[in-house]
């Protein structure tokens, strides 16, 4: 039976459009009385402590906010079942790591039929995450999950009456955050030190469009990381991810790795960050583990298409072994909200001995004129003075006390330094061999945050539950596929039949917050922003 699930899963993964992690919705279980007594199961305790490791600024390795417990808790052998009247079903089980600060979830297995929900939430229902739905599928049948606060939560899975096949689920390991990582939302908002700079201070002014290449890493539900989103020659939107190898270096891993796309603060020195724009899972195309010669670069690939929700950019880079003539870094220092750190000067060029990486191999920043790193930056971009990577960050000794001699992988070294095609990032940043050197960033939608450019009035009925949009396309754009997303990427309207001017759209349920626009034709995408409130 299960191969026969994982078969179907693999034919339909094809069809998906989005891998974000939460699709809305409350627990089925909420809306039930007299359900039976709920199993409680208590994991194995990790000492809560701040380990050195962990409070010292030392990046030389990913950083480590929790321990794994494994659970291996299957749904057919432990926690309640609850048939309902009707013919539908729910499964419960509730867990408990006593002292952690925040729980998250690892499912080795994840394949549920369409029409069911898993949902993970607080005994008090006071903090929710989900639904996670079939469009969770991956062919890996795995799913990661972001923390929720506290050293309790319940696990819900609902089954209705005429599901295709009965769902698989088991919950592999569960990460016991000991550092308080996740004390805020689903970040680390404000653990990093004060000298960081948010991305919309005025230091990122110059950075607006390559943020959104940027993303937080949650891997293995354990370690924090920094990636970027990296264009390729063919320029066709591949969602591929360049970190470090230290962060990212075998499958399983990969398909553990949560991706968190425009975690900042939306102004100077502001407020914590949305933490709804996510991706989980990625395979593993490119890395040089330890052996013969050592690089710490890997390039994975994201288990889906970035939605035009997250506003993606894909940076550039430049594989030749030209001296940038300036230093900028886009990261996530502890997992904090998005900050940039910039040097004015050329970096050296420079080994890493400590850990037995190629010679030579490694940009040196000397000293930062502003920001640092820290723990969590590791694997995030070295940008050169034209935007384009130059590095990914292994480590060093910066901090805001001393930000001094922090370490970079080269990224000409990581290009084409070894032929086999796992070892290389040529093979598929340059996948039909043109042999350019160097690549300007794509940014394949002109966003726009105006309602005026294609959603130029916003009509609210009477009913809050229903509204109508109404359009005007420009006849130039000759639209042949019109869409509306919301801002986690899920679709909530689409049309190929629609008129060029002042079309009227009424959709029933809009939810307050972000939508997009997207109007596709034959040589040309247009996208604009929109906001909602009741």
């Not at 989900?130 to 089954?159: C, H, M, R, W």
């Not at 191999?361 to 723990?375: I, M, P, Q, R, S």
């Amino acid at each position: 039976m299960k191969s026969i699930v994982l078969n179907i899963l693999i034919f339909l993964n094809s069809f998906l459009a989005f891998s974000q992690i939460n699709q809305g919705g409350t627990p089925h279980s909420w809306e039930i009385n007299d359900l039976k007594e709920l199993e409680m199961h208590n994991l194995q305790s990790t000492k809560n402590e701040f380990t050195k490791v962990n409070t010292d600024r030392i990046h030389s390795g990913a950083f480590e906010f929790a321990k794994l417990i494994n659970a291996n808790i299957n749904m057919y052998e432990k926690g309640t079942w609850n048939n309902l009247p009707n013919g539908d079903k729910v499964w419960r089980i509730q867990l408990k790591s006593k002292g952690a600060f925040s729980l998250n979830i690892l499912f080795s297995e994840f394949v549920i039929p369409i029409g069911a929900k898993v949902f993970i939430y607080s005994p008090n229902r006071e903090m929710v995450l989900g639904a996670f739905t079939s469009e969770n599928n991956k062919k890996s049948g795995k799913l990661a999950t972001i923390p929720l606060s506290g050293d309790e939560l319940i696990v819900e899975y609902y089954q209705p009456k005429n599901a295709e096949f009965d769902g698989i689920l088991t919950i592999g390991n569960v990460g016991h955050d000991y550092v308080n990582a996740f004390r805020a939302k689903d970040g680390n908002f404000g653990r990093s030190g004060n000298c960081n700079i948010d991305i919309n201070c005025m230091e990122g002014d110059n950075w607006q469009i390559e943020k959104h290449a940027v993303c937080r890493m949650i891997v293995s539900g354990k370690w924090l990381c920094t990636g970027t989103l990296i264009n390729n020659a063919k320029e066709d939107e591949a969602p591929f991810v360049l970190t470090a190898n230290h962060c990212i270096e075998y499958q399983d891993k990969a398909e553990n790795t949560i991706f968190l796309f425009n975690y900042e603060s939306p102004w100077c020195k502001g407020p914590d960050g949305n933490v709804s724009q996510t991706i989980s899972g990625c395979d593993l195309i490119a890395t040089k583990n330890k052996g013969d010669g050592y690089l710490d670069f890997t390039l994975v690939k994201l288990s889906k298409n970035v939605p035009v929700a997250y506003k993606p950019f894909f940076a550039g880079w430049d594989s030749r072994q030209n001296f940038p003539k300036n230093s900028t870094g886009i990261h996530h220092p502890w997992g904090d909200v998005k900050k940039i750190s910039l040097d004015n000067d050329a970096p050296l060029k420079a080994n890493y001995d400590e850990f037995g990486y190629d010679k030579q191999t490694f940009w040196k920043v000397l000293e930062w004129d502003a920001g640092t790193t820290e723990g969590g930056s590791s694997g995030s971009s070295m940008f050169d003075q034209n935007h384009r990577i130059v590095g990914t960050l292994t480590g060093g000794e910066a901090s805001c006390e001393n930000s001094v001699n922090d370490l970079y992988q080269m990224f000409a070294a990581s290009y084409a330094s070894y032929s086999t095609d796992t070892n290389q990032l040529k093979k598929w940043l340059d996948p039909n061999n043109t042999g350019i050197s160097y690549l300007d960033g794509y940014n394949p939608y002109d966003v726009a945050v105006k309602e005026t450019d294609c959603a130029n009035e916003i009509k609210v009925y009477p009913s809050p539950a229903s509204q109508s949009i109404n359009i005007n396309i420009p006849i130039e754009y000759n639209a042949t596929l019109f869409t509306i997303y919301n801002n986690i990427g899920q679709i909530v309207y689409i049309s190929n039949e629609i008129e060029q001017q002042n079309t009227t759209i009424d959709i029933f349920n809009w939810q307050n917050g972000f939508y997009f626009i997207k109007i596709e034709t034959i040589d040309k995408v247009k996208v604009s922003e929109f906001i909602i409130n009741h």
